[in-house]
């Protein structure tokens, strides 16, 4: 049975869009199959991500007003992967039922269906929380991030979601350690929900290729963690981001660090 999952935060810049991309290609890559669904129709780059953008011909708006099959609004990004584009009228109005009935009507074909949300908490966000099963709430390692994240998930739990979970992105080991910045053991508790993964501040998200983000080291390793720990494949395990800096050696790294 396809799971259904918005992937969420409580404000925008938090990275939910990065995440949606290279989680759904993960994804893929463990032959899960799944479908990207953009519901951010104010700042829609899902597409651009997946680096599909010039192959988009229709997107959801076109599917719930019937101007299109679904089939036709889905583009194609790989192997077991799939996305559909936001629409590209901004003025667009999309109920929470259609986009429910639009995931009902997807979910027999996928394994996963995976929303990217519009960031806040306005009706854009209820209407994408409203038609999942889940949430994955995106956070960075900041106090303004995490009150932001505490009150969308003050809202979600009024859906009556079957599960949330907490995603933390942008972690900066050498911060971590030194104590400049949030740990992942005290973000847990703040939030009060378990962590399905934790993502590294890593320079390729500057690449925009979710394809190209996930080969690199590190975010292959922090996204394989995520991926396996969604399935149940995994153990619950999360990247470390601390790890480099631990011991003396460690020490010395967040030293030069600081003299940048």
């Known amino acids: 049975m396809s799971r259904k999952i918005v992937i969420t935060s409580g404000k925008g810049g938090a990275g939910k869009t990065t995440v949606t991309a290279c989680l759904g290609y993960?994804?893929?890559?463990?032959?899960?199959?799944?479908?990207?669904?953009?519901?951010?129709?104010?700042?829609?780059?899902?597409?651009i991500l997946l680096g599909v953008e010039n192959?988009?011909?229709y997107g959801i708006e076109d599917v719930?007003?019937?101007?299109?099959?679904?089939?036709?609004?889905?583009?194609?990004?790989?192997?077991?992967?799939?996305?559909?584009?936001?629409?590209?009228n901004p003025e667009v109005r999309v109920s929470a039922q259609n986009v429910k009935l639009l995931m009902d009507g997807l979910k027999n074909s996928f394994d996963f269906?995976?929303?990217?949300c519009p960031a806040g908490i306005g009706a854009g966000f209820e209407?994408?929380?409203a038609a999942a099963d889940e949430a994955l709430v995106v956070v960075n390692p900041s106090l303004s991030s995490l009150r932001d994240a505490d009150k969308a998930?003050?809202?979600?739990?009024?859906?009556?979601?079957?599960?949330?979970?907490?995603?933390?992105?942008?972690?900066?080991?050498?911060?971590?350690?030194?104590?400049?910045?949030?740990?992942?053991?005290?973000i847990k508790k703040i939030l009060k929900l378990d962590i399905a993964g934790v993502l590294p501040d890593d320079d390729g998200?500057?690449?925009?290729?979710?394809?190209?983000?996930?080969?690199?080291?590190?975010?292959?390793?922090?996204?394989?963690?995520?991926a396996k720990n969604l399935t149940g494949a995994g153990k619950g395990k999360?990247?470390?981001?601390?790890?480099?800096?631990?011991?003396?050696?460690?020490r010395l790294k967040i030293a030069a660090a600081r003299r940048l």
């Open 238 to 250: 999360l990247y470390d981001p601390v790890s480099p800096y631990r011991g003396i050696f460690g």
């Open 113 to 116: 269906v995976l929303v990217d």
């Open 26 to 47: 993960k994804l893929s890559l463990m032959g899960k199959k799944t479908v990207l669904l953009d519901l951010d129709f104010g700042l829609n780059n899902l597409d």
């Open 153 to 186: 998930v003050s809202l979600i739990k009024s859906y009556g979601l079957e599960k949330i979970q907490v995603v933390v992105n942008r972690a900066r080991g050498d911060l971590i350690a030194a104590s400049l910045t949030i740990g992942v053991g005290d």
């Open 55 to 57: 192959k988009t011909s």
């Open 205 to 226: 998200i500057l690449l925009g290729d979710a394809k190209r983000l996930t080969k690199l080291y590190t975010s292959d390793k922090a996204y394989s963690y995520l």
């Open 127 to 129: 209407r994408a929380v």
């Open 64 to 88: 719930i007003s019937g101007r299109c099959r679904a089939k036709q609004a889905l583009v194609e990004v790989g192997r077991n992967l799939a996305v559909m584009p936001s629409s590209k």
